[in-house]
């Protein structure tokens, strides 16, 4: 992906954001990282705008990718990770574009059918309304929205991590569909969104493959001949998500992931 002569943000730089930044740097874009925690060449939160201003010192992008998460977190702690950011990046940036990473769970799917962008958000919780506002924000600036499943990659995989553990599995029927999606795949769907504004705009899904619950044990037992634990996790404050989710408008971009489960589980094998 061809960067150069670009000046880049990258706002949270933990396991996506910092891969994220390394892609950009190594596509010749110029590359500054904000985040509260981790490694980055600011060190603070992106919804106090004096941090942005001074980051604007420093290196005026034209490009912001919003990569920040909670783990979990209350209302206001999404308020500070997502809403603030961009509402700070529309007051403090003109021209900029913005990708901002959200999340599918905003569908709310539970009974297993197929969601595209132009399905229904289901702001079923005050956390998901935060959320849909951030993403309001964004769109409203012409940026992007990716939404993003849950991610695995080097050294993280919560599935795969829990079965290995034998710690209670994930919850929901053996007839759960899940959506998965490895890290440097959503790096590569990232930067495909914010390098053609020419095409791309608004909502994309991103999501790299789906399976049902029982298939994907199924296949953990055959592969390292340990039976599944007994009981189930607690589901999350998002609930206990089963859908399909379908990213046709990202592949009409030219967009195809190059990572599936299977052979993630057979590399951490060894």
């Given at each position: 992906m061809k960067l150069a002569g670009h000046s880049v943000w990258v706002i949270g730089a933990g396991f996506l954001g910092s891969a994220l930044a390394e892609a950009c740097r190594n596509a010749g874009a110029r590359v500054l990282t904000i985040d509260p925690h981790a490694?980055?060449?600011?060190?603070?939160?992106?919804?106090?705008?004096?941090?942005?201003?001074?980051?604007?010192?420093?290196?005026?992008?034209?490009?912001?990718?919003?990569c920040t998460a909670t783990h979990g977190g209350s209302p206001d702690d999404y308020r500070q990770a997502y809403l603030a950011p961009v509402e700070n990046l529309a007051a403090l940036l003109r021209g900029c574009r913005v990708v901002f990473c959200s999340s599918t769970s905003v569908y709310g799917g539970r009974t297993g059918e197929v969601v595209t962008e132009e399905s229904p958000a289901r702001a079923d919780s005050e956390r998901a309304r935060v959320l849909l506002q951030a993403e309001q924000a964004v769109l409203e600036q012409g940026g992007v929205v990716a939404r993003l499943v849950p991610l695995y990659g080097p050294g993280r995989c919560e599935l795969l991590r829990r079965y290995r553990e034998g710690l209670p599995c994930l919850p929901g029927t053996p007839g759960r569909f899940m959506n998965?999606?490895?890290?440097?795949?959503?790096?590569?769907?990232?930067?495909?969104?914010?390098?053609?504004?020419?095409?791309?705009?608004?909502?994309?899904?991103?999501?790299?493959?789906?399976?049902?619950?029982?298939?994907?044990?199924?296949?953990?037992?055959?592969?390292?001949?340990?039976?599944?634990?007994?009981?189930?996790?607690?589901?999350?404050?998002?609930?206990?998500?089963?859908?399909?989710?379908?990213?046709?408008?990202?592949?009409?971009?030219?967009?195809?992931?190059?990572?599936?489960?299977?052979?993630?589980?057979?590399?951490?094998?060894?």
């Open positions: 490694v980055a060449s600011l060190r603070g939160s992106a919804a106090d705008k004096t941090l942005l201003e001074h980051a604007r010192q420093r290196l005026q992008p034209d490009i912001v990718f919003c998965y999606l490895h890290r440097d795949d959503a790096v590569s769907a990232l930067l495909l969104l914010a390098v053609q504004p020419w095409l791309s705009h608004g909502v994309y899904n991103v999501s790299g493959e789906n399976f049902t619950k029982g298939a994907i044990y199924a296949y953990f037992e055959s592969l390292f001949h340990i039976g599944m634990a007994a009981g189930e996790s607690a589901p999350s404050h998002r609930g206990v998500s089963d859908m399909q989710v379908c990213c046709a408008r990202l592949h009409q971009l030219g967009w195809q992931p190059r990572h599936n489960m299977l052979a993630f589980a057979r590399e951490w094998k060894g």
